[in-house]
């Protein structure tokens, strides 16, 4: 599966550095400089990661966060917030606690942006697999022709 991430900042020399790095190692790579473009962009892409620069010219990414992660079709989106100007402790846990996944300090090194990346996509793994497994459980026990019932020990 060919990961699908999205990256919005409004400083073009960032979309093009990180949009290269993340291409160059193989994921499916798609940029927005604003709010509206990240919210088109989400509807049309539906993206694993989104990587969301907190200050944007049109809406902060700490509330664009909090919009997507309250609507039930793009909540399970993992979000990582950068920011180069918001890097003190009140802004990181403001925008951790509207639902952010990750935030990410700038200028990030390459090598830590790919860390925190990876280490992001285990997790969307570790949740797929999570749901898979629930769902073959509710399947087996919802289509037995034996009789089946759930006891807590």
């Given at each position: 599966?060919?990961?699908?991430?999205?990256?919005?900042?409004?400083?073009?020399?960032?979309?093009?550095?990180?949009?290269?790095?993340?291409?160059?190692?193989?994921f499916f790579?798609?940029?927005?400089?604003?709010?509206?473009?990240?919210?088109?962009?989400?509807?049309?892409?539906?993206?694993?990661?989104?990587?969301?620069?907190?200050?944007?010219?049109?809406?902060?990414?700490?509330?664009?966060c909090?919009e997507?992660?309250?609507?039930?079709?793009?909540?399970?989106?993992?979000?990582?917030?950068?920011?180069?100007?918001?890097?003190?402790?009140?802004n990181?846990?403001?925008?951790?606690?509207?639902g952010?996944?990750?935030?990410?300090?700038?200028?990030?090194?390459n090598?830590?942006?790919?860390?925190?990346?990876?280490?992001?996509?285990?997790?969307?793994?570790?949740?797929?697999?999570?749901?898979?497994?629930?769902?073959?459980f509710?399947?087996?026990?919802?289509?037995?022709?034996?009789?089946?019932?759930?006891?807590?020990?």
């Amino acid at each position: 599966m060919k990961f699908k991430i999205l990256v919005v900042d409004d400083d073009s020399d960032i979309l093009v550095a990180m949009g290269h790095l993340l291409k160059s190692n193989n994921f499916f790579v798609r940029t927005a400089t604003n709010g509206a473009d990240c919210m088109k962009a989400i509807g049309e892409v539906k993206p694993d990661l989104l990587l969301l620069d907190v200050v944007l010219p049109d809406i902060n990414g700490v509330d664009l966060c909090r919009e997507i992660k309250q609507n039930p079709l793009f909540s399970s989106i993992h979000i990582l917030l950068l920011s180069g100007t918001r890097n003190q402790s009140e802004n990181i846990v403001d925008g951790l606690e509207t639902g952010a996944d990750g935030y990410i300090l700038k200028p990030v090194l390459n090598k830590e942006l790919l860390a925190r990346v990876n280490a992001a996509i285990r997790i969307i793994e570790a949740e797929i697999e999570l749901k898979e497994s629930e769902e073959k459980f509710r399947s087996l026990f919802e289509n037995s022709t034996i009789g089946m019932s759930l006891t807590s020990p």
